[in-house]
């Protein structure tokens, strides 16, 4: 992967593909093509700081849309392709599945006909170095038992929500494009992030602004699914490193190694929030927990294992989970003009007045 390369990035605009950006503009000389069709989960304003450099553009556009992709590809001429774009809430899954389908697996599917025939059309050394990086999460290898091993990337897939079904036909998808027409694909399958600029839907910010809101704190059944954590930045750079290190046709799976409890996860978060945002009538935080029915079909474990990643491309997370938490706890402190106007995007919040 050359120096000063142009990567086009798709869902630039949301909780990792902004984190990304950020990471590649700040941190090395390449360019960045973002495109972003800008539903309810997107935020430009993730990209302040970053939205100014010259080596930037945005494109409002969706992967499901052939001839725009097709413009895109043509006018901006990228070295590589990280695509993020998704619909990627578990809940929205299960009562309106169908934008699922639409953008995870029939967007994905568009985007890789576009790009393959982009691919197809470049100077030989070009085509050569071209990567495809399809991002994807670790919820495709299904529910693990209390006891059962980490996934590694031999596990098979077994995805029991309509979100992870949707992420799994796409990486399915991605691999057949290597395999069939030698577009030369990488995948990678990351476990829970958490960290700045994540639309608070998800449960750290819902939890922490519920808190900073004094309004009650929802856990799903009694809160004992577990789940895998890494910062977002950590799975930037992790992806930076994928795609200008990782070998095509490989798979490579992230994580952080902090498997908690989302009781445990709340409960940290309610410690935090006592300090550093005591309530006004001095109890305890966690007094708002309150449980709630459980999610159908909610998996029980992810546990992944990151070895490959570590072992080849050399990178390890940086951030420990209960700094990470701290630090994510402060920043949604901070920055009230990021998610304050994001709390009326629909009412599954319930965070409004
Ligand atoms: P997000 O929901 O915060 O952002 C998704 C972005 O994609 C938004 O900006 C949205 O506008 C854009 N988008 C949606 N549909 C589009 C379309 N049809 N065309 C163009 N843009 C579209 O998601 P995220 O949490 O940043 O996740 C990014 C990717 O990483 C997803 O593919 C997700 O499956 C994967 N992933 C997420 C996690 C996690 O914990 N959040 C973990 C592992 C993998």
Known sequence: MG???????????????????RHVLQDTDCHIVNIDKLTYAATL????????????????????????VARILTEHQPDA???LAAETHVDRSIDGPATFIATNVVGTFTLLEQVLGYWRGLPEDRRA???????????????LGPNDGAFTEQTAYAPRSPYSASKAAADHLAAAWHHTYGLPVIVSNCSNNY???????????????????GKPMPVYGTGEHRRDWLHVEDHARALYAILTKGRVGERYNVGGGNERSNIEVVRALCTILDELRPRPDGRPHAQAITFVADRPGHDLRYAIDAGKTMRELGWTPKFGF????ADTVQWYLDHAEWWRPLIYRGDRLGLGA
């Open 3 to 21: 120096v000063g390369m142009k990567i086009l990035v798709t869902g630039g605009a949301g909780f990792i593909g902004s984190a990304v950006i």
């Open 45 to 68: 304003t993730s990209l302040a700081s970053v939205a100014d450099y010259p080596r930037y553009r945005f494109e409002k556009a969706d992967i499901g849309d052939g001839a725009a």
């Open 81 to 83: 392709v990280m695509h």
């Open 129 to 143: 170095a071209f990567r495809f990086h399809h991002v994807s999460t670790d919820e495709v290898y299904g529910s």
């Open 195 to 213: 960290g700045p600029y994540q639309f608070p839907e998800k449960l750290i910010p819902l939890i922490i602004l519920k808190g900073q809101c």
């Open 322 to 325: 209960a700094t990470g938490l």
